[in-house]
């Protein structure tokens, strides 16, 4: 039982990295998804391109943040920066990609609908994303060296 109070209480305390990501990830996901929607509701943009520029948006604040505050890295941005391209990128395709066949196929037999499939498409894909993107960024973009 110490064991399980030990590590939730080492989960919360601010300097856990994935606090600081969660932090992160609420002011980039907010300005991304404000993007999305904007450009798929607001302008009449595809799913694709518009998930596409408004995660590029994301991103960019994302590198910033999470280099200088998650996980204060002192890589290069040489050596950060396509490592962190090939995250977001990877984790883009795999979420979205994901998140689309999903709910394509959920909403599509349902009667019930409250959002469309691209809307709970973007909602999920974004969760999707954070997950796969904090281990890429943790394990492969800014981790430490032994």
Known sequence: MNLIIST?????KPTNSFIRFLLVGIVNTGIGLSIIFLLMNGIGLNFWMSTFIG?????V???ILNRNFTFKSSKSLE???LRFVAIIVIS??????LSH?????????????LVTNK????FFGACFYTLMNYFGQ?????????
């Open 8 to 12: 939730f209480e080492n989960f919360l």
């Open 55 to 59: 995660n590029t948006c994301g991103a």
């Open 61 to 63: 604040i994302s590198y």
């Open 79 to 81: 050596a950060s920066g």
């Open 92 to 97: 883009y395709f795999g979420a979205y990609g």
């Open 101 to 113: 066949l999903i709910w394509s196929g959920i909403l599509n037999h349902t009667s019930l609908i």
């Open 119 to 122: 809307e709970a498409s973007v």
């Open 138 to 146: 943790k394990y492969f973009v800014f981790n430490k060296t032994r």
